[in-house]
Nanobody, 119 residues
Framework: QAELVESGGGLVQAGGSLRLSCTASKSIYGIKSMGWYRQAPDKQRELVATITAGGDTDYATSVEGRFSISKPITENTVYLQMNDLTPEDTAVYLC?????????????WGHGTQVTVSS
């Protein structure tokens, strides 16, 4: 089983909404944070939103007020609700997880899910 499984990407019109989900493997313990990054063609990867185990969130300026990240306490899943989408949001969105165990700190990346917003 993959460490991270992403879903929810797709093609939407400008002004529409999507909800991305990312589920971490049950074999991952001690999660410190989960989040989403994105990478558009000819651009470097950028942070979209993250959430810590304590519930603290961080958003890119370009998405704050439109996107909302959440992680139910009963699930090893992080969600990204994306509203008022624009063509500039088109990118591959990648899930990220950090966790700490006795042996050290670790991180993992999902394979990415494509989000395309048409005008």
């Amino acid at each position: 089983q993959a460490e991270l499984v992403e879903s929810g990407g797709g093609l939407v019109q400008a002004g529409g909404s999507l909800r991305l989900s990312c589920t971490a493997s049950k074999s991952i313990y001690g999660i410190k944070s989960m989040g989403w990054y994105r990478q558009a063609p000819d651009k470097q990867r950028e942070l979209v939103a993250t959430i810590t185990a304590g519930g603290d969130t961080d958003y890119a300026t370009s998405v704050e007020g439109r996107f909302s990240i959440s992680k139910p306490i009963t699930e090893n899943t992080v969600y990204l609700q994306m509203n008022d989408l624009t063509p500039e949001d088109t990118a591959v969105y990648l899930c990220h997880v950090e966790w700490d165990i006795r042996r050290g700190s670790f991180e993992s990346w999902g394979h990415g899910t494509q989000v395309t917003v048409s005008s």
